[in-house]
């Protein structure tokens, strides 16, 4: 029992660092309604580079976070410029950036992975003051990092620039009739979008003391799992700060399931298939029930049928 309780409160704590990443992809997937694949290069980039400025550099793991944040930024805008200047399809840009930061990874460490375990990262540091679990550390900065991005992003949204990103996703040919850019509204939002991609990188790469070229492989499908799964749990939630929130606890979620599953006995090998899964029934059972209420009103207003 104590087994269990251990996996899933080291779970929660990660599901809420990599929740940031999955602020991120709402911002690209609900608001643009872009799948931005950039996403499993852009966290990558954003654990690798942190990595290699705390150990090879000795940059202090609070300053790398920021670069790691500009790291996926410049990520972030290299898919908007080739979607927004040279017309290539979101998802193609996206998958170019993409398959471009494997290499530039590798190139970044030198080597498929980094270990952080003789060098100081901010939850170490609060551990060696407070002497508890890193867990709980990883989970209360995850949660203050988490709110402080919420609420800046409930700012950003309701400024006139947030505004014009968010009409760009809903309807892109108003929104440029009425003078507005779209081309740099998409370039700016998928800027953002990585840039929460990188942090949340590095605060896993600091939080599970090592970088890894692949560590960011699954990325946008746990981004998106989160996103639906948070829409079923607190769909009843209509304000734009709810939802933001419902994508954190919906990451949240997806993690407990996932090591509720494996102290099942699940092979780590299906976590991918799982995953899979998760995100198809997330996707299916909304529709299937709307589907099954619009015949059970017809069914009622005609007995015939």
């Known amino acids: 029992m104590s087994g269990i309780l251990l996996a899933m409160q080291g779970a929660v704590s990660q599901g809420v660092l990599w929740g940031i990443m999955v602020l991120g992809v709402y911002i690209t997937y609900k608001i643009l309604d872009i799948a931005d694949l950039t996403v499993d290069g852009s966290f990558a980039l954003g654990g690798c580079v942190c990595a290699i400025l705390v150990v090879e550099k000795g940059m202090d793991p609070l300053l790398a976070l920021m670069v790691a944040t ?5 990520a972030g ?12 399809p979101a998802i193609l840009a996206g998958i170019l950036t993409q398959i471009g930061l494997w290499s530039v990874n590798l190139r970044i460490m030198g080597k498929s992975n980094i270990p952080l375990l003789k060098v100081d990262t901010i939850f170490s540091r609060i551990v060696d003051i407070l002497g508890v679990k890193q867990s709980a550390v990883s989970l209360v900065i995850g949660i ?9 992003l409930y700012w950003l949204f309701g400024t006139e620039i947030g505004s014009a990103l968010r009409a760009t996703g809903n309807n892109e040919d108003m929104i440029r009739a009425l003078g507005v850019n779209t081309k740099m509204t998409k ?22 003391k090592y970088a890894d070229i692949g560590m960011g492989t699954g990325a946008i499908v746990i981004g ?3 996103i639906v ?3 079923v749990l607190m769909g009843r939630l ?33 976590m991918k298939l799982l995953s899979a899964v998760i995100v198809a029934l997330a996707l299916c059972i909304p ?7 619009i015949w059970k009103s017809y069914s009622e207003e005609d007995p015939t049928c």
């Open 187 to 208: 370039l700016l939002a998928l800027t953002i979008s990585n840039g929460l991609v990188g942090l949340s990188g590095g605060l896993v790469c600091q939080s599970q």
């Open 287 to 293: 529709v299937a029930i709307g589907k099954w209420r």
């Open 224 to 226: 998106l799992a989160a």
């Open 144 to 152: 203050l990092i988490a709110v402080l991005i919420i609420v800046f």
């Open 70 to 74: 500009l790291a996926g930024m410049v």
């Open 77 to 88: 805008a290299v898919t908007g410029m080739l979607h927004t200047l040279f017309d290539i």
């Open 238 to 270: 209509k304000s734009f700060g709810s939802k933001l929130s419902s994508a954190v606890t919906g990451c949240v979620v997806y993690f407990l399931i996932r090591a509720i599953v494996l102290q099942l006995g699940m092979d780590a090998n299906d």
């Open 229 to 231: 799964i948070g829409e």
